[in-house]
């Protein structure tokens, strides 16, 4: 079994539907996961103790990370992920001239970082009631690509 972390932010509840959906797929599939929303004071360096890291945050403004990620943001800095598989999802609204650039900073910071990143994060335009089912198979997608990463790891 392997350890997998789901960490957001969630303003409207936009983002926190489509994180909800995504461990629902990652369940669906077998795996167990940790959902927590950053607001609660999370340490980054927690990320560490996991094989796979799923991020969520909406865009802020024209194309800024939510207030409430900047710390855990600005954490991630000091830890290291190299070997560890991650996935950046999140609401966006194509009024703003950044379609969903919280996704890509994050996706950015987890590369830096040493993480071996799914190179197209989920984005969805404002609220994911009609593309719940993209989230789940986005969790399933990526448990399945976190367990042949792993597979592969045994086998070397």
Known sequence: MVKIVLVFASMSGNTEMMADAIAE??????????VIDVINGL????????DGILLGAYTW????????????Y???????????????????????PQYGAAVDILMEKLKE???????HGLKVELTPEKEEEACRTFGKNFVTSL???????RED
């Open 25 to 34: 797929g990652v369940r669906e599939v077998g795996e167990d996961l940790e």
């Open 43 to 50: 340490e980054a360096s927690v990320l560490e103790d996991y």
């Open 113 to 119: 970082r040493g993480a071996e990143v799914h190179p």
């Open 61 to 72: 403004g024209d194309g800024e990370l939510p207030d409430d990620f900047l710390d855990f």
């Open 74 to 96: 600005d954490e991630m800095e000091n830890v290291d992920l190299t070997g560890k598989k991650a996935a950046v999802f999140g609401s966006c609204d194509s009024a703003y």
């Open 147 to 153: 367990q042949t990463r792993i597979d592969q790891k």
